[in-house]
């Protein structure tokens, strides 16, 4: 059974980079597409980019010029660095996996999420 | 990148069904048959529940279902059950802009 784990700081400062990273457990890295996907506390969710096992990216657009996702498949894991971050970028973090099988948007398997606060 | 639109809040007894709708544009739920949908209890992350419109993973019950009509998808939830309350997400993609999720909908269980 394949398990998303996220990991990084709980708390960035303002105008800093927030790292995390994601570990694939039980299961292969590559076919897939993997996903970042966030949620500020107690609104909704918001996709924020994925990277396919080819390298290749796609980012939310709101969040393109800040956003940068890896892939490091020597350790069966991929990553996320969002920079210049502010209070709105406090959230809950999830990876999730997207199966090209299930068409683009449908994510099988989620992290249980890290929480994110932004603040000096 | 707009929200796709979703009701705030839905609600039904138990046996009932109820229906979410969610509401887009044709750059995204119009043009592309890749909604999704997702149920998220509090403090747990989201479940797959229908992939492609209408197509249910592995272990998804039957009562839930998924439809699409132009600019619209919806999410049928029937034989309404108490462990059916949570939120419900839809989810589509939309082309160079990727993937977009709805507001999202309370579902409450009378």
């Known amino acids: ?120 | 990148q707009s929200a796709l639109t979703q009701p705030a809040s839905v609600s039904g007894s138990p046996g009932q069904s109820i229906t979410i709708s969610c509401t887009g544009t044709s750059s995204d739920v119009g043009s592309y048959n890749f909604v999704s949908w997702y149920q998220q209890h509090p403090g747990k992350a989201p479940k797959l529940m229908i992939y492609e419109g209408s197509k249910r993973p592995s272990g998804v019950s039957n009562r839930f279902s998924g439809s699409k009509s132009g600019n619209t998808a919806s999410l049928t939830i029937s034989g309404l059950q108490a462990e059916d309350e949570a939120d419900f997400y839809c989810c589509s993609y939309a082309g160079i802009s990727g993937i977009v999720f709805g507001t999202g909908t309370k579902v409450t269980v009378l």
């Open chain 1, 1 to 120: 059974q394949v398990q998303l784990q996220e990991s990084g700081p709980g708390l960035v400062k303002p105008s800093e980079t927030l790292s995390l990273t994601c570990t694939v457990s039980g299961g292969s890295i590559s076919i897939y597409y993997w996903n970042w996907i966030r949620q500020p506390p107690g609104k909704g969710l918001e996709w924020i980019g994925y990277i396919y096992n080819s390298g290749s990216t796609d980012y939310n657009p709101s969040l393109k010029s800040r956003v940068t996702i890896s892939l490091d498949t020597s350790k069966n894991q991929f990553s996320l660095k969002l920079t210049s971050v502010t209070a709105a970028d406090t959230a809950i973090y999830y990876c999730a996996r997207l199966p090209p099988a299930y068409g683009y948007g449908a994510m099988d398997v989620w992290g249980k999420g890290t929480t994110v606060t932004v603040s000096s």
